[in-house]
T-cell receptor, first 111, second 110 residues
């Protein structure tokens, strides 16, 4: 199956700092999403971004499908940004395929 | 924004018992999924469901597991004869691009 790798695995930031999280995938994909898993375990959808760039407040994401990677940018980080960030991809082809999750980046923002 | 609703939020059961986890998908979505996350690990695909039948399943989804949509609205995951290693967070998801997840059911098998 497709390989989805995220880096770095762990990240500690001082509040106010910026960071970039990376997701590499080994095959062509239909869809790519970024999720934030909060301390309660909920998976919050951040971006649906199969290609291009999107921004939502302090967060933005870019997917370069032809080079098989996506980046999530967090600017002016806050303690509430702490948690695990997952990317998930759906293989190219028919819709309704399973999504494959990366292993996640665990982010801790310290005040 | 429409939500995927899962019940219960927590379930504690004894080894060997059967559990049923319930999900109410977003009404106009056609593809339904169950995923599992063992504590501290990544989210793993279990099964996808389309047009009232399983369309894809993983190696994890063995004969111990079953899914159905009994009344056209609820989407259920049944785990027969639970084992300690079934303890995990179980997520229901539905797809209308993007994929929407419920808040999960935390299953603890003792």
């Amino acid at each position: 199956g497709i390989q989805v790798e995220q880096s770095p695995p762990d990240l500690i930031l001082q509040e106010g700092a910026n960071s970039t999280l990376r997701c590499n995938f080994s095959d062509s994909v239909n869809n790519l999403q970024w999720f934030h898993q909060n301390p309660w375990g909920q998976l919050i959808n951040l971006f649906y971004i199969p290609s291009g760039t999107k921004q939502n407040g302090r967060l933005s994401a870019t997917t370069v499908a032809t080079e098989r990677y996506s980046l999530l940018y967090i600017s002016s980080s806050q303690t509430t940004d702490s948690g695990v960030y997952f990317c998930a991809v759906e293989l190219a082809g028919n819709t309704g395929n399973q999504f494959y999750f990366g292993t996640g980046t665990s982010l801790t923002v310290i005040p | 924004e429409p939500e995927v609703t899962q019940t219960p939020s927590h379930q504690v059961t004894q080894m060997g018992q059967e559990v049923i986890l319930r999900c109410v998908p977003i009404s106009n979505h056609l593809y339904f999924y169950w995923y599992r996350q063992i504590l501290g690990q990544k989210v793993e695909f279990l099964v996808s469901f389309y047009n009232n039948e399983i369309s894809e399943k993983s190696e994890i989804f063995d004969d111990q597991f079953s899914v159905e949509r009994p009344d056209g609205s609820n989407f259920t995951l049944k785990i027969r004869s639970t084992k300690l290693e079934d303890s995990a967070m179980y997520f229901c998801a539905t797809q209308g691009s993007p994929l929407h997840f419920g808040n999960g059911t935390r299953l603890t098998v003792t």
